[in-house]
Every structure is written in structure tokens, then in C-alpha cells.
T-cell receptor
Framework: GENVEQHPSTLSVQEGDSAVIKCTYS??????FPWYKQELGKGPQLIID?????GEKKDQRIAVTLNKTAKHFSLHITETQPEDSAVYFC????????????FGRGTSLIVHP | DGGITQSPKYLFRKEGQNVTLSCEQN?????MYWYRQDPGQGLRLIYY???????QKGDIAEGYSVSREKKESFPLTVTSAQKNPTAFYLC????????????FGPGTRLTVL
């Protein structure tokens, strides 16, 4: 089955700095890669996703890049703000009737004011 | 407002008792999921359901049971056979198993005393 590795497990940055979270996956058939943000005591929420036919996607201060050859994808957050502090999860799935995402273990992002 | 509700938010039970966690969605989604979240473990799939009256075991189904009698509802029962039931439980739904966003509920924190 699919295996998703996520690094780092904890990331501490100063407000205004950039943050990068990296994930690798094992199944070359995976074609959908979402990123979720989970605030304390709440359920995860999708913040951005990318499909395998695209190499990069941006939405304001967040961006995701995908390298299919190397089987890794990354989340980039620029100009971090204290409200970005949360746990971020990456996931990978194949779709096509067998969509069950496999999640990484999460990255706790702490943005210091 | 459309969304997923889980109740209760906090649940305490004595060891050896079965307990049922509620999950309701009004998004008209076909697929529903239950995840267990432990610190540093990410999201682990317990059960999922593609349509009414059908459900499949996930990676850690032992000690759990589900039912899907209505499209809107997917309750999870934590039985006395579950060795370590204390955890944060998340319910999610998606349009179908075709690859796309999952919508998560706020979670239920179960503590077994």
C-alpha cells in the first residue's frame, strides 16, 4: 500500500519567515495530493491540493509543488503569521474508484510573533 | 449551513463499556470515514463507507464497529475489545471515492477510565 513520510515533525519560525514542509510517497500511481490544516481541538481543513498533471499551485501565501519523478511534494507558506500556527498534514491517493488517502504523520508549525 | 457534526465533543467511559460516537452530515456526500488520531501518529483509517448499507474495514478496524443505515449518518461503536480506546476520533465525508476533498467534523475526544 501507499506510504507517506512527512518532515519535519515540528517547525518553529519567526513571524514573517517562510515555512516549508516536505512529504514523500511510495506509490507512483498516486495522483491527488491534498494538504490539511488542523487547529487545536478541531478537525482538519483542506487548504490546498494538487493533482499529478500539475507541477505547482499557488493560493495567496501558500503554494504546493510536486515532483512526480522523485515522488515528493512540498507545502510552502510565505510571510508566516501567528494564525498559521497549527498541525499540517499531507496526504496521497490514487482516485479512480479506489480513493482512500494515506496521511503523513503531521507537522506542528509554530509561528512566533 | 452544510457540514459535519460529531457529538459529543468529550466522552468519558469506564473500561469494558461499549460507546457509540455520532457523526451526521448534510452535504449529501456518498462516502463517509472514521479516523483515529493519536499524538504523532497522523490520521489512521478505522472504517469507511461508499454508500448506504455498505462499509469496509480500514487499517485499524479491530475493536470497532459501524453502521450506515442512512446516507447522513455513520455512527462508530468502540467496543470493549478495543485495547487502547482513548483517542481523538474524527469523522469525514467526501462526494465519493473518486479523489477529492474530505470534509472533517470537529472530532470527539474519548477517554476511557
Amino acid at each position: 500500500g501507499e506510504n507517506v513520510e512527512q518532515h519535519p515533525s515540528t517547525l518553529s519560525v519567526q513571524e514573517g519567515d517562510s515555512a516549508v514542509i516536505k512529504c514523500t510517497y511510495s506509490d507512483s500511481a498516486s495522483n491527488y495530493f491534498p494538504w490539511y490544516k488542523q487547529e487545536l481541538g478541531k478537525g482538519p481543513q483542506l487548504i490546498i491540493d494538487i493533482r499529478s498533471n500539475v507541477g505547482e499551485k499557488k493560493d495567496q501565501r501558500i503554494a504546493v509543488t510536486l515532483n512526480k519523478t522523485a515522488k515528493h511534494f512540498s507545502l510552502h507558506i510565505t510571510e508566516t503569521q501567528p494564525e498559521d500556527s497549527a498541525v499540517y498534514f499531507c496526504a496521497a491517493s490514487k482516485g479512480g474508484g479506489s480513493y482512500i488517502p494515506t496521511f503523513g504523520r503531521g507537522t506542528s508549525l509554530i509561528v512566533h510573533p | 449551513d452544510g457540514g459535519i457534526t460529531q457529538s459529543p465533543k468529550y466522552l468519558f467511559r469506564k473500561e469494558g463499556q461499549n460507546v457509540t460516537l455520532s457523526c451526521e452530515q448534510n452535504l449529501n456526500h456518498d462516502a463517509m470515514y472514521w479516523y483515529r488520531q493519536d499524538p504523532g501518529q497522523g490520521l489512521r483509517l478505522i472504517y469507511y463507507s461508499q454508500i448506504v448499507n455498505d462499509f469496509q474495514k480500514g487499517d485499524i478496524a479491530e475493536g470497532y464497529s459501524v453502521s450506515r443505515e442512512k446516507k447522513e449518518s455513520f455512527p462508530l461503536t468502540v467496543t470493549s475489545a478495543q485495547k487502547n480506546p482513548t483517542a481523538f476520533y474524527l469523522c469525514a465525508s467526501s462526494i465519493g471515492l473518486v479523489g477529492g476533498e474530505q470534509f472533517f467534523g470537529p472530532g470527539t475526544r474519548l477517554t476511557v477510565l
